[in-house]
Every structure is written in C-alpha cells, then in structure tokens.
C-alpha cells in the first residue's frame, strides 16, 4: 500500500511514517508539507493508495484543498486528518467526498487498520463523531444498549456473527472482500470490549442486541 501524507509539521510527519512502517512494512509512507507539495506529489506519482491531508496546513483553506486534490486524482480515497475538529466539519469533509476523518491522537494500531479500511472501499470515522451526528459508511449509526455505535456496516456485520457465519460467508453475502469483514469484526469487538469474536457475540447477547 502507497500512502500519500500531507502534514506541515515535521515531527508528526515523521513520526507518522515510521511508525505506520514499524507496524506495517508492506505500507510505505511518502509525505510532504503543505498542499501545494501534495498537489505535485500527486501529479508526478500515479499509484497513491491513499491520500492523508492535515485540515489546517498551509494552502488548505478549510475543505478547499480537499477539492483540489479530488479534482486532481479523483480515484483515489483521500482522508482528512487533524489534531483538533468538530463534528460539522467532519460532517462537510464527508459531504465533499473525503472518505474518513482521522484525529491525531489514534494510536497507530487504530491508524494502520483505518487505512487498511479505506483503501478497501470503506469510510472511518471514531465513533465520537457518530454520536455527535456525524456520518457513516452506511448512511448512519446506531446506539444500541451498552452505549456502543456501531456504523451500519458493522451493524450488518454483527448480524451475521450473531447467526454464527464465518468471515467468508459474511463477506460473500455482503459483496465486500474477507479482509474487510475482519477490519469491521476487529471495530466490533473493540466498541463491545471484547478479546475476540467469541466474547463479542456473548457481550452481544447479554446487552439485548440479538433481538
């Protein structure tokens, strides 16, 4: 996987890089400064996977820069990231077509998965932007008991492991790839608390979500 990410601060980019690397070396991490750099990088090389852009770098303006490299490589899934924003601006980055909003205090486990997850085809948004009303990769979230949200996605995916179906079945019912049903499972059991899929239907159970 070839990630493209645009940060003005050095020592985020950096660190960014060497620990996506450290954790995941079959992703490797090109970065530059500001817009206009990723604006060059995405005119000169032809196979970002992803494209990752800081909210407030120089010559973002707002959600302008989101457009412009849309507009420049409208294939490939970009994701807006930032250290601080609210949920409305979220909301407008997903109305423009960025596919997730990552905060800067995810850990780089959660990172490394969350990219895995829009180059597959999905949207990631942490599950505090849901509750305040964001978007989600299915049109909504829901809360069910316990004070879990669950994007609609995962809440098709948590249907299926409730009637006992492997990964592979889940996916070909869904149309998605194996690898995505085991991102969605891995966000599951951590909004459930849950050490593995096992324990997550048993919570699923105990907390009335079954029915």
Do not use: W
């Not at 990088?41 to 407030?56: G, K, P, Y």
């Not at 004070?147 to 990964?167: I, K, M, P, S």
Request: proline letters at 4%; a neutral charge.
């Amino acid at each position: 996987m070839n990630v493209l990410l645009a940060d003005d601060h050095d020592l985020v980019r950096e660190s960014l890089k060497a620990y996506i690397e450290r954790l995941a070396p079959d992703i490797v991490v090109s970065h530059c400064r500001d817009l206009d750099q990723a604006l060059a990088a995405v005119a000169e090389h032809q196979a970002f996977d992803v494209i990752v852009l800081d909210l407030r770098m120089p010559g973002m303006r707002g959600l302008e820069g989101l457009k412009k490299i849309r507009d420049a490589r409208p294939g490939t899934p970009v994701v807006i990231m930032s250290g601080t924003a609210d949920p409305q601006t979220v909301r407008d980055a997903l109305a423009q077509g960025a596919r997730g909003y990552f905060p800067k205090t995810m850990t780089g486990n959660v990172l490394v998965s969350a990219l895995r997850l829009v180059v597959a085809g999905e949207t990631f948004i942490p599950s505090v932007y849901l509750q305040s009303g964001g978007a989600s990769d299915g049109g909504g979230a829901a809360a069910p008991p316990g004070g879990a949200v669950f994007t609609r996605r995962e809440q098709d995916v948590l249907r299926h492991l409730l009637q006992g179906r492997a990964n592979k079945e889940i996916a070909a019912e869904l149309g998605l790839e194996e690898v995505t049903i085991k991102l969605h499972v891995r966000g599951i059991c951590r909004k459930l608390g849950a050490r593995n899929r096992t324990e997550a239907v048993a919570i699923a159970h105990q907390r009335g979500l079954a029915a």
